[in-house]
T-cell receptor
Framework: GEDVEQSLFLSVREGDSSVINCTYTDSSSTYLYWYKQEPGAGLQLLTYIFSNMDMKQDQRLTVLLNKKDKHLSLRIADTQTGDSAIYFC???????????FGTGTRLTIIP | NAGVTQTPKFQVLKTGQSMTLQCAQD?????MSWYRQDPGMGLRLIHY???????DQGEVPNGYNVSRSTTEDFPLRLLSAAPSQTSVYFC????????????FGPGTRLTVL
């Protein structure tokens, strides 16, 4: 079945760029998403990308999609303490009509 | 708008007890869903609904029931709680379908002893 994989942890110094990676197996994915979960809260959509795009930029966020390798990344420029959270990659699977979420990457900011 | 609300925030149950997790949204969204979040496993879809009166199973439906009598409410029922159902439960809604932006509630942390 579909699978979405992420590394569990990432630590970055304040002011540096963070790069969170995700790989997925469903080659028919049309939409790919990044959600952010702050402590004690539900998930919030950060950004998304269509599978016919290579890159999407939104202020400090850059999403890169390599469809050939089924690899998605989220770059956060000038990482701040408020960026500390768990980041989930998700892909829309039209065959099963559902979103498949990755395990989430916990981003820790080092002062 | 309150968005998506969930009650209770925390709950402790004994094995075999039943309970209902409440979820409500005030955005007139058609699509609603329930997920469970377990460490190292991401979110897994339990049940979903594409509109009032219509529900369907997700990835991990066993042990859970749902109903959708109104657009606003989508309760999740545990008929006979088991320790394997210890988890954090999230309700989400979206305007049309699973491809739309999902709006998540704050979650219910359930412990089954």
């Amino acid at each position: 079945g579909e699978d979405v994989e992420q590394s569990l942890f990432l630590s970055v110094r304040e002011g540096d760029s963070s790069v969170i990676n995700c790989t997925y197996t469903d080659s028919s994915s049309t939409y790919l998403y990044w959600y952010k979960q702050e402590p004690g809260a539900g998930l919030q959509l950060l950004t998304y990308i269509f599978s016919n795009m290579d890159m999407k930029q939104d202020q400090r966020l850059t999403v890169l999609l390599n469809k050939k390798d089924k690899h998605l990344s989220l770059r956060i420029a000038d990482t701040q303490t408020g960026d500390s959270a768990i980041y989930f990659c998700a892909e829309a699977n039209f065959g099963n009509e559902k979103l498949t979420f990755g395990t989430g990457t916990r981003l820790t900011i080092i002062p | 708008n309150a968005g998506v609300t969930q009650t209770p925030k925390f709950q402790v149950l004994k094995t075999g007890q039943s309970m209902t997790l409440q979820c409500a949204q005030d955005m007139n969204h058609e699509y609603m869903s329930w997920y469970r979040q377990d460490p190292g496993m991401g979110l897994r879809l339990i049940h979903y609904s594409v509109g009032a009166g219509i529900t369907d199973q997700g990835e991990v439906p066993n042990g859970y029931n749902v109903s959708r009598s109104t657009t606003e409410d989508f309760p999740l029922r545990l008929l006979s709680a088991a320790p394997s159902q210890t988890s954090v439960y999230f309700c989400a809604s979206s305007p049309g379908s699973f491809t739309d932006t999902q709006y998540f509630g704050p979650g219910t942390r359930l412990t089954v002893l």
